[in-house]
């Protein structure tokens, strides 16, 4: 950490968060001179990056920050986001301020609790500025939706931000936020994060309980998890974030402690397995897999030891898997919004297709592609036998164009659905592994490209002691910051 003071209100903004949060603890900054500097830099960037929605009151914000002011005055510091400001998921649940999910039948939701991710946000201080912006009910990795519009690339307006943490991971690069939270089903913190030049990290299955759930059992794709632009302000946002609740009963019961420790750590000897692009099963735009591997080259500057990988698992009957538990888990959660025929007409096509998807199902499929999903996760155990992590690219193209909803061909290759785009990110939701995506590097059109890094068995911390390990190898978020912010 940088534990100078601030001169500017660029240098608040600029910030890592851990080190914003010792000045406010300090008191070498003023909450209320934090707030002023982050709402003074939205106003200036937030169009047209459009990743923070529903933006609070300037004058009930400054309020708030002063309330953090007066607290530390007394005495009273609520833990390390005291006066940070936050902008949780438009999908996740926040009192008092409108959480759409992205979708007009939600436009005016406005909960009266929140989310456990965001309350444990809170009770460490943070001041909810408003949200970051989401595709309609987090699906599809793209973040564009009928109640905001579309979240730009923050080093390409033109480009897709990634999705369905794409608000997360624009607001993030362009110092719109200094940590955020997000979640990932289906790479939603990975894709976004590799296509904005920051770290967005999947914690293993149940390491950050989702709180409220109606179901608590058959419904484990998605999860929330941090997002930042170094590791450990990632690793500190995880440390509040998870941490057993009786209310999640698959959640871990580990102390969360452990992520808020030092992450450096000798990685001498250590084996990465490089999966690349499945033996040639997944098309890749050109460029892709070669910057991965020359980001590849700094893991072992680390040294650490890469080897190809692969595995025999069939891959198609992965997908199939994937599919079809997709189709079961959204049919579930919003069937009774398509029964309704006023409010299937507001969701958008490829909602409507994944609850027809789920309704066609039969038990012995739900079944057999359970199955398919145990098959694999032994399959990953098996490579990690030979293998302390496993690396894969975090997306299968460079941003594209945001005028699409998705591209209908990777590499010549035809799309059959809305997501196969995203068919590298995948394997590790299903077997439920902590991956980090970190920055990979841009290619000749200055576009950004992420890394999986995927480890064992509830190892989030050697996950985040590897990845923080290639950042102060390689410094590519500090190295390369959007335009704009040159401006």
């Not at 692969?310 to 009774?336: I, M, N, Q």
């Not at 997501?419 to 077997?431: C, P, Q």
């Amino acid at each position: 950490m940088n534990q100078a003071s601030p001169a500017t209100p660029q240098d608040i903004v600029a910030a890592d968060a851990l080190d914003l949060s010792q000045w406010i603890r300090l008191r070498r900054v003023s909450c209320r001179e934090v707030m002023t500097a982050f709402l003074d830099h939205i106003a200036r960037v937030n169009t047209p990056a459009n990743a923070i929605v529903s933006l609070r009151d300037r004058a009930v914000l400054l309020m708030e920050a002063g309330e953090r002011d007066a607290q530390l005055a007394r005495g009273e510091y609520l833990g390390w986001l005291h006066g940070i400001p936050q902008a949780p998921k438009d999908l996740t649940a926040t009192a008092g301020i409108a959480s759409t999910q992205g979708s007009p039948i939600f436009r005016d939701e406005v909960p009266k609790a929140d989310a456990l991710v965001a309350a444990r946000m809170r009770a460490q201080g943070a001041i909810f500025i408003g949200k970051t912006n989401s595709p309609e009910f987090g699906l599809g990795s793209n973040t564009y939706n009928t109640v905001f519009g579309a979240t730009l690339n923050a080093y390409d307006a033109t480009r897709s931000a990634g999705g369905s943490s794409g608000g997360t991971a624009v607001a993030l690069a362009l110092r719109m936020l200094p940590v955020a939270d997000g979640s990932d089903m289906m790479g939603s913190l990975r894709n976004p994060a590799g296509w904005n030049n920051v770290f967005g990290f999947r914690p293993s299955q149940g390491r950050v309980p989702s709180v409220p759930a109606v179901d608590l059992y058959y419904n484990q794709l998605g999860c929330a998890g941090p997002m930042g632009r170094s590791v450990p302000d990632l690793a500190m946002l995880l440390s509040t974030q998870a941490g057993y609740d009786a209310r999640a009963p698959l959640s871990i019961a580990q102390d969360a402690a452990q992520f808020a420790q030092p992450l450096a750590r000798d990685f001498g000897g250590a084996r990465i397995g490089w999966l690349g692009d499945y033996n040639g099963y997944l098309a890749m735009e050109d460029g892709v897999l070669a910057l991965c591997e020359t980001a590849l080259e700094d893991f072992g500057a680390i040294g650490c030891t890469v080897e190809a990988a692969r595995t025999d698992y069939p891959l198609e009957k992965l997908w199939d898997c994937w599919r079809t538990l997709r189709h079961f888990s959204v049919a579930g959660s919003l069937g009774a919004l398509y029964r309704d025929p006023a409010k299937r007409a507001l969701l958008k096509p490829e909602a409507q297709w994944e609850v027809e998807g789920g309704l066609a199902l039969s038990g012995e499929d739900v079944w057999n592609a359970s199955v398919a999903r145990s098959q694999w996760y032994n399959a990953l155990l098996a490579l990690f036998e030979h293998y302390d992590y496993l690396a894969l690219p975090s997306a299968q193209l460079f941003p594209f164009d945001a005028k699409l909803h998705w591209p209908s061909s990777v590499a010549g290759r035809e799309m059959d659905t809305y997501h196969r785009w995203m068919e590298v990110v995948i394997g590790a939701s299903l077997a439920g592994l902590p991956v980090i995506s970190v920055p990979a590097g841009f290619n000749v059109q200055g576009l950004p490209m992420g890394l999986q890094v995927i480890g064992k068995p509830q190892a989030d911390l050697s996950v985040l002691q590897i990845a923080h390990a290639y950042d102060q190898a390689t410094q590519w978020v500090k190295r390369r910051v959007p335009s704009i912010l040159a401006a």
